[in-house]
Antibody, heavy 120, light 110 residues
């Protein structure tokens, strides 16, 4: 059973860079799955950030694309998210999720999420 | 961008009652939407319930069902169990627009 575990800094200063990692266990990151990042701001709904395939293929949300980098590390079975020039609006719970291979490509396995607060 | 509007925002029902949740997409012209539903409980990550409009994910009870087409989609919980009180989100994936989620419907105990 695939398990995802996010880890992050907890606190990031405004204008800094947010870096979050997702460790994949119980399965390989080189499987036939895309891997997504989703965030949830306090009191708000869910926002898709982007996703990556192990080959390096990427899809980003246009609203965040200029500030986002998603990467995959096959040697450690991890996915990473970097978000630059952060503001308080980037305070959120950041989730990684596996994109299933069924029709519609829903996110079928989620990590527990890591909370990142942007504050000085 | 495809905007998903969920209604109602809050649904107050008693255990055993039927819940009907709506998700309306802002556009579907020349675009096929793959629609999924997720359940989220406080302090937990979302959990996939339904994919491709009407297919239950593994382990999801049969009381959960999805339907719809075009721009109008519905999640139905036939008889609410105590563990079903949660927030439900719809999500679309299409070939021509970024993935988006609806704003959520909270199903609360009346």
């Amino acid at each position: 059973q695939v398990h995802l575990q996010e880890s992050g800094p907890g606190l990031v200063k405004p204008s800094g860079t947010l870096s979050v990692t997702c460790a994949v266990s119980g399965g390989s990151i080189t499987s036939s799955n895309w891997w997504s990042w989703v965030r949830q701001t306090p009191g708000q709904g869910l926002e898709w950030i982007g996703e990556i395939y192990h080959s390096g293929s990427l899809k980003y949300n246009p609203s965040l694309e200029s500030r986002v980098t998603i990467s995959v590390d096959k040697s450690t079975n991890q996915i990473s998210l970097k978000l630059t020039s952060v503001t308080a609006a980037d305070t959120a719970v950041y989730y990684c999720a596996r994109v299933g291979t069924m029709f519609g490509l829903p996110m079928d396995v989620w990590g527990q999420g890591t909370t990142v607060t942007v504050s000085s | 961008e495809v905007v998903l509007t969920q209604s109602p925002t809050t649904l107050s029902l008693s255990p055993g009652e039927r819940a009907t949740l709506s998700c309306r997409a802002s556009q579907s012209e020349n675009m096929y939407l793959y629609l999924a539903w997720y359940q989220q409980k406080p302090g937990q990550a979302p959990r996939l319930l339904i994919y491709e409009t009407s297919n239950r994910a593994a382990g999801v009870p049969v009381r959960f069902s999805g339907s719809g087409s075009g721009t109008d989609f519905t999640l139905t919980i036939s008889r609410l169990e105590p563990e079903d009180f949660a927030v439900y989100y719809c999500q679309q994936r299409s070939s021509r627009a970024p993935l988006t989620f609806g704003g959520g419907t909270k199903v609360e105990i009346k």
